[in-house]
Structure formats: structure tokens, C-alpha cells
Nanobody, 123 residues
Framework: QVQLVESGGDWVQPGGSLRLSCAAS????????IGWFRQAPGKEREGVSC????????LYLDSVQGRFTGSRDNAKKTVYLHMNDLKPEDTAVYYC????????????????WGQGTQVTVSS
């Protein structure tokens, strides 16, 4: 059974940092690109990042470029999103999702999703 479980969400002050984790089970994660998405209250879901199967190619939403860094440890079947210099507009539920092969930031192309983890940035 394919399962993705996010963790690491929390409340932080502006300028703070968090590391989100996405633990995968039930499938060979090495063959899957992992995307990070977020959805704020009253807003549509948006793609934040995609980490390729090898971790060598990573795509980012323009507004997080330079602040967020994606990485993965296939041996641990875990993908990470390191978030620095967090801003109030980063507040959202963050989801990871898996799709086979190539990396894209388009949620419609992802088959498997986690349950989400809440990130709140406020003073």
C-alpha cells in the first residue's frame, strides 16, 4: 500500500526555519519524483518544489527560490523540504506527493498524496 506521511510542520516566527519530512512506504521511492505542494485557507493548492528521482534536479516555485531547499535520502525513503527565512505568506498545509519518473510542479499529474502538515508563520 502506497503511503506518504509528512511531518515537521509547526508554528514559527517570520524569518524562522523548518524542515519538513515526507516518509514513503509501500513502493520503490527511487523511481518516483516527489513534489511538495501547499494550500492556504481560501486559496488554491500550489506547487512548491519537485525533487527528481536522484535528487540532482529540483524545481522551485519562484517565491520560494533561494529560501527553500529540497533533498532526499532514498535509502531512508524520506524526502525533505528545508525552509528558511519563512514569511507569513508561507503559512499553509504542506503536502508531499509522488509520481513516477519525471519532475513537474503540477499537482494534477501526481497519483499519491500524504495527509499534510501545517506550517504557520506569524509573530
Amino acid at each position: 500500500q502506497v503511503q506518504l506521511v509528512e511531518s515537521g510542520g509547526d508554528w514559527v516566527q517570520p524569518g524562522g526555519s523548518l524542515r519538513l519530512s515526507c516518509a514513503a512506504s509501500g513502493f520503490t521511492v527511487d523511481y518516483y519524483a516527489i513534489g511538495w505542494f501547499r494550500q492556504a485557507p481560501g486559496k488554491e493548492r500550489e506547487g512548491v518544489s519537485c525533487i527528481s528521482t536522484s535528487g540532482l534536479s529540483i524545481l522551485y516555485l519562484d517565491s520560494v527560490q533561494g529560501r527553500f531547499t529540497g533533498s532526499r535520502d532514498n535509502a531512508k525513503k524520506t524526502v525533505y523540504l528545508h525552509m528558511n527565512d519563512l514569511k507569513p505568506e508561507d503559512t499553509a498545509v504542506y503536502y508531499c506527493a509522488a509520481k513516477q519518473n519525471s519532475c513537474v510542479i503540477n499537482g494534477l499529474l501526481y497519483d499519491n498524496w500524504g495527509q499534510g502538515t501545517q506550517v504557520t508563520v506569524s509573530s
